[in-house]
Each structure stands twice: as structure tokens, then as C-alpha cells.
């Protein structure tokens, strides 16, 4: 087989990719490991920026969010039992962002891929990359039982976290930065309407809890509960006064509960590895840098780091110019960090850690505080919550 562009992961990044080459003329084969109903199921993201739904909208994959999303203008911060809403377009010139779900995205990208777009492989697994230092690049996977190769003359791993593609740049050529956190969050799917109308991020002497939605009828809740925690001992009765406790205020607001349909832990982790091309080889999304979730962030980033790989791939494609291929990893990295700044922020903001003295908590009301009744500390928040500028 062979193409222009290899594309390693049908994930948000990959099928963005993806769509926005074929937009461009630029051909381009997606290889994913799983199976379309895994990749169209996985619960993950729930938030896009305002540029993320920009970009949808500009490839032309927009259509069903701006039907079905629900846009938010601010978010509640809930700690010593007050509500303090933030407001976004009132302190970022007008920005705001769009409740829509990871799986209904990809499902939109899948179905436009597979009705106009270049080859969408499920099931292919990619085994190794070869050839992305001496300009011969090609990708061998195995699909259908049968191992082939796919050549390029670009590869972009957009296979996540646990892919293969960051491998293939040498251990010398590179470097990676990380930080793990000492907790984890057990997310829960549950069949209620959300109790609030925008999200809410708690933090008590408890741990943090957050309480998101997917829809009008399905709320999304995540509590901070200690690395290695096993789901089987959350039953639905304890998750629901857990949030009970965490989410309580000094008013009548209260948490209605209804059947949980999911559970899942997810550990909290910083990660970059730099850079982000080796000759032929690009990454792009959760295969470059992880963020934790409490910035909403890690999404956001996947589609601008494709949004401003697309650009610099069209550019070669119609002019042979290289330079903004040559500065991708440069200008995506400049973005990635600012996002990790913001993440690592809210994360150590809002949880409580196992090794605080009562003096580190105190400090940490204080910098609530701060955000709440300061509107340029709340316009810092705001602004990188509806997303930095892309590029
Ligand atoms: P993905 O989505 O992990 O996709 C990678 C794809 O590559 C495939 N793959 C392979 N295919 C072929 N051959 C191989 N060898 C392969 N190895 C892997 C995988 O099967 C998969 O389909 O990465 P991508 O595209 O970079 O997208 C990143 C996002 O998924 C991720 O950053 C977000 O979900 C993070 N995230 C959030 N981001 C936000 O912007 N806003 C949020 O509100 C938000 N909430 C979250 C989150 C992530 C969470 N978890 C579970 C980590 C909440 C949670 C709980
Ligand atoms: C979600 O809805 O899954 C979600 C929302 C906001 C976050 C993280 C996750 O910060």
C-alpha cells in the first residue's frame, strides 16, 4: 500500500488529521489497532474549546455538534460550601465553550472518513516504523490475520499514549518531562439530568469532585480517590454520598442521583516528549503529551496540534515549502506547555494531597479565593479554559 500521509490511530487527533487533508488534497491512510465500536465507545472528553469547535466547523464536521452541543459560558468553582461562578465571554472578549462528547465527535469524523475520505483501516494494528530517518518511511501492520507495510513519504503517530510511534525517534534524539500525581479520578456515567446547568469543580477537605454532563439526560461525575483504587469498591450507594459530601453547600442545591452506567479510574499525569518530529516521523495528540483532565485540555490539544500539522502538510503539498513543516514540534510545544502550565494549575489547585500540611491547604483556599473575587485572576483561569489561540 501507499499514500502520501500514514496516519497511526483513529482517535480525535488522527481522524482530524485525516479530514482535514482530504479537505486539502492530500491523500492520507488512518491505520487503527481497535475495532470501530471500541473507538466510537471509549468515555473521555467531554469539553471543547471554542477554537476546537471552530475547527470542526471549518472541516466541515460540525453540523451535528451545532445541534446537539450544549454551549457553556462560565463554570461554577465550589469550595468552603459557596458557589463562585466564573464568567468567560464577560472577561475573554466573548469566548465560550461547547459540551459535546469525545464519542460523538469521533463518531461524526468516522462516518464523514469512511463516506468521502481516504482509506479508514480498523483492526490494523501498526508493529513498526521503519525508515523515517533516511527518507524512506513506511509503516508495517498487521490486519485481516496478515502482516503488510504501508509506504509514505509522512508518518504521523496520533496512536496516544500507548502507542508505538514516539519509539521509533531514538532514545539520544530525545527527551521526555513528567509528573505523577499521588491520586486518581473514578468517573461515573450515570442516567440523570445533570444537577447543575454548567459544570461544577468542587474542592473539600474530602478531595475534589467535579460534576460534568454528556446531555441533558446523562450527567458525568469524577471523584479524587487514591492511586490504585479498584471501581469494585465504589458501589453506586458510596459514590453517590461521596459526591453528597463533596459537593455540599450552604443552600438547597442538591445532587440528584440516578443509575450509574460506568466506572472507571484514571491515574493524573503530566508527560511531554520533545520534540515532536523525527525526520519523516510526526506526532501529534496524547502520543506527544498527556495532560491531567482537570483542565479539559487534553482534546483541545490534539485537534491544534493537527489543525497546525494539516496547515504546514497543505503548504508542502502546494507550494513544496518546507518551513512550517520544520517548525511544527516549535510552535505546537509552545502551546503544549502553556496548556501543562494550566493544567498542573487546576489540578493542584482544586485536589487535596496526601502529604499537605494543614498550612499547604489553607494556601490553597487562599488562591481560590483569589480566583473568585479577582477578575484578573479569573480572567487567567477563563482565558486558558476556552482555549490559547491555535498556531
Ligand atoms: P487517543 O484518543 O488515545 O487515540 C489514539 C488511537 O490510536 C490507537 N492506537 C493504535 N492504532 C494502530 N496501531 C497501534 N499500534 C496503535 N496504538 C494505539 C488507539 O486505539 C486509539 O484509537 O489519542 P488522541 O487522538 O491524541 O486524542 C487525545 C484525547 O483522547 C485525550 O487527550 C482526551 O480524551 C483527554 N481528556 C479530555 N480532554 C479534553 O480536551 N477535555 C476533557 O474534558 C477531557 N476529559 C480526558 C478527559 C481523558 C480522560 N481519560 C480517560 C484519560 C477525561 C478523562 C477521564
Ligand atoms: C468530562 O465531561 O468528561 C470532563 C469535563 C471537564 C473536565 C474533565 C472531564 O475538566
Redesign the pocket.
Known sequence: MRTTVGI????????MLARLLHRAGVDSVV????DRR??EQ????????QG?ADALRAAGAGARMDREGIVHHGIELRFDRRGHRIDFPGITGGRSVMVYA?TEMVKDLIALQLDEGGPLLFE????AIEGVADGNPAVR?VHAGREQTLHCEIIVG???????ARDANPAAERRSYERQYPYS?L?VLADVPPSCEELIYAHSPRGFALH?MRSHQVSRL?LQVPNGTDPADWPDERIWDELDTRFAVDSDWRLERGPVTAK?V?PMRSWVTEPMRYGSLFL????AH??P?TG???????VADVVVLAEALADRHATGAQERLDAYSRTCLRRVWQAQHFSSFMTTALHTDPGDTPFDARVRLARLHRIADSTAASAELAENYTGLPIG
Open positions: 497511526i490511530g483513529a482517535g480525535p487527533a488522527g481522524l491505520l487503527e489497532g481497535r471500541y473507538v471509549r468515555q473521555r472528553a467531554g469539553i471543547l474549546e476546537t469525545q490494523a494494528r501498526a508493529v501492520f496520533c496512536d496516544g499514549f500507548h502507542g508505538i479520578w468517573g460534568s469524577y472507571s484514571t501529534a495528540g496524547d502520543a498527556i495532560v483532565p479539559a485540555e487534553g482534546l483541545n490539544l490534539a
